[in-house]
């Protein structure tokens, strides 16, 4: 129910750089850990990174640890995803998500989803 809204997505050349902004709105985003997930054409939504509501613990997968980082800024409600050392099969749609409870890495884990951002990476 809670209103997220991706944004910061685009085209860039490999190694390259971008960063993605997440920013929510309702009255319980500081107590709510969120994540990050991406999905490929013909694909399920694919865990990116994950991060507390305190922003003390944050999680990646494998495919994205030491080149993103996620962060937030409670304050601004909003949430980031930092993306450097870019890889053509980085390529997807990108969504943020409000995480509910369960295991993290799961899609099923979270129950409010943004639009998604295009991100796009070339040779």
């Known amino acids: 129910q809670v209103p997220l809204v991706e944004s910061g997505g685009g085209l860039v050349q490999a190694g390259g750089s971008l960063r993605l902004s997440c920013a929510a709105s309702?009255?319980?985003?500081?107590?709510?850990?969120m994540g990050w997930f991406r999905q490929f054409p013909g694909k399920e939504r694919e865990f990116v990174a994950h991060?507390?509501?305190?922003?003390?613990?944050?999680v990646y997968a494998d495919s994205v640890k030491g080149r993103f980082t996620i962060s937030r800024d409670n304050a601004k409600a909003t949430v980031y995803l930092q993306m450097n050392s870019l890889k053509p099969e980085d390529t997807a749609v990108y969504y943020c998500a409000e995480y509910y409870r369960d295991t993290y890495y799961y899609s099923s884990a979270y129950r409010y989803w943004g639009q998604g951002t295009q991100v796009t990476v070339s040779s």
């Open positions: 309702g009255h319980t985003f500081t107590s709510d850990a």
């Open positions: 991060i507390s509501s305190s922003g003390g613990t944050t």
